[in-house]
């Protein structure tokens, strides 16, 4: 079918499509704002005239001869990568395959108005053409198809079209649909905090004033929380993201009407404040690039964010594993290609002077580029079978080092402080050492309303471990977040991704799962899944950990082995208020993500109370601490479970036992070699945890212990640990619940005379 038929086809079509289609006739402007109520006169009695039928077109761009056929070069190609790659799936010579066909026109255009390297890119997989027209080649992404060590997206670690280039600052995507947009406002929000903290300028590189961050969803997408979570913090806070909502009507297979509460995210979204809105026909280029523009510009002068919903459509099926015959009408299917952007653009050029050889010439200059550059990507080698285990952490700095551990000099002044105190003040310490630190989450400021701050004693956190940070280092830097976990995560991720470190909070551990998505998929893998070329380090503070009187179900979690499980976290738990100074000051240094368990019951117990070690003590990750030395039994514990174990030593020792106690500190990494020693020398061990028996942290220890060091045993590895059971309210049900010292007791007694 020629260009010419196509654009006649188009126009005879516009006014069947279903209803809600956009089209070329649909009027690419904001939504209007809020007017102040005035009082009318009475209308004239003389109708007002129509507005002439032209306007549109004046409000439409002119595109030159030259960005006509540079639009058109980077559509065609972008379809021909994608159809290169079906032919190579076919062919078995790459193994996964999603296209961005139907969304070039505004993905391209949106390129076109924005800067690579300058701006900032939170693409989803569709986004082919708009990573082709910000500068990555053909090669780069066949390189990625096939998987090929040389790719700059993730160097053959993720799957092809999820998108990520250093240069060109387009941040490492993942393939959770949503995720990246929480991290995007982050991103955003670090040029909001480097505007307002004058000595981050001196410290974060690529800063520019005028910056903009983009970030690209589905239709599908806009039903995650994490959309929501994201529109609302960019509006709240003025930040200058264009979010491009690129709409072709599909999930997968369910439509949009399913998806969505009246089938139009648009009219959802109207009541944001600070929020630019508009609509476009994303097939059209003209009218996207007219769109595009606008909202670029909008965030470009600093007035909050743009929101452009693109209708598009989807001519192939969601990816090689779906088959949308199955589910979608053939007339359906036969309307989306009449709006082909491609075709669209192709016939408008021809209307336009261009002749048919003349892009034929074109596309046959595009077809030979990329099958040469498939014929380099299969050629590249792959990644070596040995590098696998790069890049999980930091390659540069290693908190398991003598370099973060000045335990031995050490000088301990002052009055003793609880473990609060000691926390507080390495914060402190560590805010006025690095500019970069930002601290947030729920109430962890003083008072949002500075304003109040002179007559209140201020909040700091509910457990006042973040009290005062707010008045000495002001509220660019300290603040309250929305209460919304994944919101917290994300935006940090963000943050840190830009250079800065946020030391955020979680309020309750209990509550940390609605980010368990963002660390797990986001936060621990950002570094190893680009190659190194994006990482998070950032921390994350815990208070978690049951007895508590009242604390119940819901305030006395610690299911931490579902963090220790995944590479790429560090996970701390300190027992005492040195340890937690020292390993929160490492954690703060090092430059890996850190979760930072913070146990409740031990925040003000006096038997943990220390002096201040001082603004440069540190305690390196993997190294844990003999608190008591023995030689019968060896208890290897952590957390609230140190001192349950000590009380229970001083028993056993009347009875004859002596028995050595190892608190590991920290938990990924753990110090094997202390395990080990400590079990040679007394051949009887027991690991105690406050988590459950089954499938607990300590299932773990035992495990590598009977494996490892089974010769050296004189008995079974013991255990003991919390019920299978919740935390309950009443008190003597908790106490039944969670291992008391009575309980491990017990275990020294029967393994002692096993």
Known sequence: MSDTKVLRL???????????????????????????????????????????????????????????????????ASRRLDDKEIQMKG????????????????????????????????????????????????????????????????????????????????????????????????????????KLVKELKKRTRKFHNDEVVYVSLGDGTSSEGEFWEALNTACNLRLPVVFLLEDN????????????????????????????????????????????????????????PSFVHAKVIRPYSHSLSDDEKLYRAEAERVADAEHDPIKRLGALMVQEGASADELQNIKDEIDREISEAADKALASPQPAAETVMDFIYSPTVDPTSKEFDTEDRVELSGNPGTMVDLINRCMHAEMKRDPRMLVFGEDVADCSREKSLEEVKGKGGVFKV?????????????????????????????????????????????????????????????????????????????????????????????????FTQIPGLRVVYPSNALDANGLLRTSIRCDDPVIFLEHKHLYRQAYNKSPYPGDDFMIPFGKAKTVREGTDISIITYGALVQ???????????????????????????????????????????????????????????????????????????????????????????????????????????????
């Open 91 to 194: 062919q078995n010579r790459i193994f996964f395959q999603i296209s961005g066909a139907g969304h070039e026109a505004i993905l391209t255009a949106a390129g076109m108005c924005l800067k690579p390297g300058h701006d900032w890119f939170y693409p989803y997989y569709r986004d082919r053409a708009l990573c082709l027209q910000l500068g990555m080649t053909p090669l780069e992404m066949l390189l990625e198809s096939v998987g090929a060590e040389a790719d700059p997206n993730s160097h053959g670690r993720q799957m092809p079209s999820h998108w990520g280039h250093k240069k060109l600052n387009i941040v490492s995507q993942s393939s959770p649909t949503g995720t990246q947009l929480l991290q995007a406002v982050g991103c955003a929000e670090a040029g909001y905090r480097i």
């Open 249 to 304: 009507g599909y999930a997968i297979s369910v439509p949009v009407e399913v998806q969505t509460a009246g089938g139009d995210v648009s009219k959802l979204i109207s009541g944001f404040p600070n929020l630019y809105r508009q609509r476009c026909d994303g097939t059209d280029p003209v009218e996207s690039l007219a769109v595009m523009r606008r909202a670029v510009d909008n965030c470009r002068k600093n007035r909050g």
């Open 644 to 754: 349950r174990s000590v009380v229970a030593a001083k028993e056993a020792e009347k009875q004859g036992i002596s028995v050595e106690i190892i608190d590991l500190r920290t938990m990924s990494p753990y110090d094997w070699n202390a395990i080990a020693e400590s079990v040679k020398k007394t051949s009887r061990v027991i690991v105690a945890h406050e988590d459950s028996l089954s499938w607990g942290y300590g299932a773990e220890i035992a495990a590598r212990i009977s494996n490892e060091l089974f010769e050296h045993l004189d008995a079974p590895v013991s255990r003991v640990a919390a019920l299978d059971s919740f935390v309950a309210y009443a008190p003597q049900l908790e106490d039944a619940i969670l291992p008391q010292s009575a309980d491990v007791l017990k275990a020294i007694v029967e393994l002692r005379g096993y």
């Open 466 to 562: 973040t009290a005062n940070l707010q008045r000495e280092f002001g509220s660019a830097r300290v603040y309250n977040s929305p209460l919304a976990e994944a919101n917290i995560v994300g935006r940090a991720i963000g943050l840190a991704t830009r250079g800065l470190k946020p030391v955020v909070e979680i309020q309750f551990f209990d509550y940390i799962w609605p980010a368990f998505h963002q660390i797990r998929n986001e936060l621990a893998l950002m570094r190893w899944r680009s190659g190194n070329e994006f990482s998070s380090p950032m921390v994350i503070r815990v208070p978690v950990g049951g007895y508590l009187k009242g604390g119940a179900i819901y305030h006395s979690q610690s299911g931490v082995s579902l």
């Open 10 to 76: 188009v126009k005879k079509s516009e006014d069947g499509l279903p209803e809600k289609a956009f089209t070329a006739k649909t009027v690419a402007k904001a939504e209007p704002k809020a007017s102040p109520i005035t009082v009318l006169k009475p209308a004239p009695s003389r109708r007002a005239p129509k507005p002439p039928k032209q306007r549109r077109e004046r409000e439409l761009p002119k595109l030159s001869r030259e960005e006509m056929l540079k639009m058109f070069r980077t559509m065609y």
